[in-house]
């Protein structure tokens, strides 16, 4: 078996839905990319600053503050974890309680500068490859599917999640050390649009997959399969392009579109002298 399973048939009505589900942080799959991200950190952000806000009005010490935080964030972790265990979905709010507590780390991370300090006392790739080789040795013992709230236990997610920012952070360090090259210049230019990537991925997989589908001479219908239609070979290779390329050029035309409109609007205020 060399696909996925086959996606949802929309029509015109359903993908009008789609897009308005999207729009209030409903959407995702196939009409959404991975945009779940932004429903989950919309409401964690939220939950953050409302309970800070009141453990400012009763704690005065900054330190209980970050303690009171530290307690709620791991009791949230037992919460989501148990929602997991026990199939609960509870809205999306059963990923909300798994993920403060990463929200809460990162906010620890940065304000002590952690990974700072770290690599000022032990050079990036050092740091870097430790993180690399904990990362290989979790692959196999356990899994994280961060869309579905599962995981094998609190523990491996915080781990796994260390590990994940200290090579990503690594790999930044090493970088920003680097000369200027295109290829630094492409990385940056991706990771800074990498929201048009999240949202439209999986949509720009279908091209792939229509060449696949001409390639074997499989049925039309194929071309739902979801995520992708093609698992083996170097299919992978087409839809890692796909999905990054795309969704760039996408971007990059309708943002020269709004800069075409709003400077031809200027032209035409200008032009017509004030309005009042």
Same mark, same amino acid.
């Given at each position: 078996?060399?696909?996925?399973?086959?996606?949802?048939?929309?029509?015109?009505?359903?993908? &009008?839905?789609?897009?308005?589900? $999207? =729009?209030?942080?409903?959407?995702?799959?196939? #009409?959404?990319?991975? +945009?779940?991200?932004?429903? &989950?950190?919309?409401?964690?952000? $939220? =939950?953050?600053?409302?309970?800070?806000?009141? #453990?400012?009005?009763? +704690?005065?010490?900054?330190?209980?503050?970050?303690?009171?935080?530290?307690?709620?964030a791991v009791c949230f972790l037992a919460c989501g974890y148990f929602c997991y265990r026990k199939g609960i979905y509870a809205y999306g709010m059963n990923r909300v309680l798994s993920y403060y507590v990463l929200v809460y780390a990162g906010h620890i991370c940065r304000k002590w500068d952690v990974l700072d300090s770290v690599f000022r006392k032990v050079h990036p790739a050092t740091v870097t490859l430790i993180a690399v080789v904990i990362l290989l040795a979790l692959y196999h013992r356990g899994s994280i599917n961060l869309a579905g709230n599962a995981y094998t236990n609190p523990g491996y997610l915080l781990v796994a999640s260390f590990a994940g920012w200290t090579m990503l952070f690594g790999i930044g360090t090493m970088a920003s050390g680097l000369k200027k090259s295109r290829a630094l210049d492409g990385i940056q230019y991706v990771s800074i649009h990498a929201v048009p990537i999240i949202g439209l991925h999986f949509l720009c997989f279908k091209t792939v997959s229509l060449m696949a589908v001409g390639a074997y001479g499989m049925k039309p219908y194929m071309l739902?399969?979801?995520?992708?239609?093609?698992?083996?070979?170097?299919?992978?290779?087409?839809?890692v392009a796909v999905g990054i390329a795309v969704p760039l050029v996408v971007d990059w035309g309708w943002r020269k579109c709004i800069h075409w409109q709003t400077h031809r609007s200027v032209q035409n205020i200008s032009g017509n002298g004030p309005l009042c």
């Open positions: 078996k060399e696909y996925m399973h086959l996606g949802t048939h929309y029509d015109l009505a359903q993908i &009008v839905k789609e897009i308005i589900k $999207v =729009l209030c942080f409903q959407g995702g799959t196939e #009409l959404g990319g991975a +945009l779940w991200f932004f429903n &989950v950190l919309f409401f964690v952000l $939220v =939950l953050y600053m409302v309970i800070q806000y009141i #453990l400012e009005r009763m +704690l005065r010490r900054e330190k209980c503050m970050e303690v009171a935080q530290a307690v709620i739902a399969a979801f995520p992708v239609l093609m698992t083996t070979g170097w299919w992978w290779i087409g839809y």
